[in-house]
């Protein structure tokens, strides 16, 4: 059987203003109607022998990958590991694989990313079958991709020569210049490095062992110490600080002498920037991908991306245009991978849209600014079917909700009221107060904050649903 485990812990950040520290890529639909987390599931539908599925993801994105598993049916048997810190993916995978262990120490893991791209999925499939039988021999098994054109944006594989349907890694190199990159593709043992895996548990962290005790001794007590939660296993977070911080490249692949690559050709990305997003879109005659609302007059080989309003462009070559109700970014589609440096400068500045969208998603729903100013917001909350905000209350503003939609079941202090669209109520400072949705429809409310603080941290919760503090 194969266990696959899927690693969502990214960021995303080379995709900003799409990708946010809150809703990073593997959420977004930037392929297809479905998200990236949710293609990486369904793809597995064409792989045999398929046992339970783990996702190991952070605090933060715990509820989207719930929601995401729940779209695709797999709530139920699936299983969700929550890192309380990230440690890179050499520590994660131990996880993953003392939980394997327990159930079957033979058995095989597939690690997956949760954001990469594969639009041949019977010829991925082929590859983990190949990829099987090497692990099940003790191998330690990474996909390489084949190269189509001499890339320097991923780190690239060399092989041995061999006549098997896998060949023994002879190293893992560095993302070269172009002109290495050139050699690497005239070479034909050189693959990009797809950072996807597959081994027994037990040989994977046999292998970890050797190289790094401490991340096995400390992972393996993160997991003995951890506690379920709703849908969750949240892994013990005094232990998992005393692993080392690794990725499995460094930790144990680049190490090992068990390593093998299996060669993978299925119109594979990793999706790690905006050029990367272009090229892996149907193109119009002119080499433009536009998607939204787009209005285009001598433009060509470019990128752009409408939100919320028209956005129109003449005279451009190779260029990115992203445009979000909140940010607008414009490149040169040759500088998107420095797109990581406008985010480093939006966080020294101390703002919030390096980690916010205007609509922000919780467990329960999403809340979306639309108008602030001094001493006062507003805001539209979603609440959906079933769903409940916690028991809380503020020091610092008081709330007027206006439903427009749906049925509302307020708790306002000693009171319960019901209402429905068109009705309001009233808020004071210092009331505790929740906001349930008790029916099939989505609820929208209308919500004015006024007061000395509005900031989302002001908020003292006495009872939730969902397990915060």
């Not at 990128?303 to 909140?326: M, N, P, Q």
């Not at 007061?451 to 919760?461: A, H, P, Q, T």
């Amino acid at each position: 059987m194969i266990f696959p485990i899927i690693l969502s812990g990214g960021s995303g950040t080379r995709l900003w203003p799409l990708s946010r520290q809150a809703h990073p890529k593997q959420f977004l639909n930037l392929v297809d109607d479905n998200s990236l987390l949710g293609n990486t599931i369904v793809r597995l539908e064409a792989i045999d022998q398929i046992e339970k599925l783990m996702v190991v993801c952070n605090e933060d994105h715990r509820f989207m990958v719930a929601g995401v598993l729940q779209q695709q049916d797999k709530l139920q048997n699936a299983s969700i590991l929550l890192e309380p810190m990230a440690k890179n993916t050499a520590p994660a995978i131990a996880l993953a694989a003392h939980a394997i262990v327990k159930e079957n120490p033979e058995a095989v893991m597939l690690v997956l990313p949760a954001d990469h791209v594969i639009k041949q999925a019977s010829v991925f499939a082929e590859a983990v079958k190949t990829g099987k039988l090497a692990a099940e021999q003790g191998k330690l098994v990474t996909f390489g991709v084949v190269p189509d054109c001499p890339h320097t944006g991923y780190g690239y594989i060399r092989s041995k020569a061999s006549d098997s349907a896998w060949s023994a890694v002879e190293e893992f190199v560095e993302k070269p210049d172009q002109e290495t990159a050139e050699r690497y593709l005239k070479n034909g043992n050189y693959y990009w490095n797809s950072g996807m895996f597959m081994f027994r548990a037990d040989v994977y962290l046999k292998e970890l062992e050797r190289f790094s005790p401490d991340m096995v001794d400390a992972t393996c007590r993160a997991l003995e110490n951890s506690k379920l939660d709703l849908d969750f296993t949240r892994i013990d977070s005094d232990s998992f600080a005393q692993s080392p911080e690794d990725s499995i490249d460094y930790a144990v692949m680049e190490k090992t002498e068990q390593a093998v690559v299996v060669p993978l050709d299925a119109g594979w990305s990793d999706v790690g920037s905006w050029s990367a997003l272009w090229e892996i879109h149907d193109q119009d005659a002119h080499g433009n991908v536009c998607r939204g609302d787009v209005i285009i007059e001598d433009v060509n080989n470019s990128f752009i991306h409408s939100e919320s309003r028209l956005v129109a462009a003449i005279g451009l070559d190779d260029h990115v245009i992203v445009e979000t109700d909140d940010v607008v970014l414009v490149s040169d589609k040759s500088r998107v991978q420095d797109v990581k440096r406008l985010v480093e400068k939006v966080k020294q500045q101390d703002r919030k849209e390096h980690q916010f969208h205007k609509k922000v998603h919780r467990p329960w729903g999403t809340y979306e600014g639309i108008s602030a100013s001094e001493r006062f917001q507003v805001k539209r909350i979603t609440v959906n079917p079933g769903q409940k905000l916690s028991l809380q209350k503020h020091h610092h503003r008081a709330e007027h909700w206006v439903v427009v939609r749906g049925t509302a079941v307020v708790v306002r202090g000693d009171e319960e009221i019901l209402l429905t669209e068109d009705q309001s109520t009233y808020i004071p400072l210092g009331v505790v107060h929740r906001l349930a949705n008790p029916g099939v429809i989505p609820l929208e409310i209308i919500e004015v904050q006024t007061g000395s603080y509005l900031g989302e941290d002001d908020i003292v919760r006495f009872d939730d649903h969902y397990g915060r503090s």
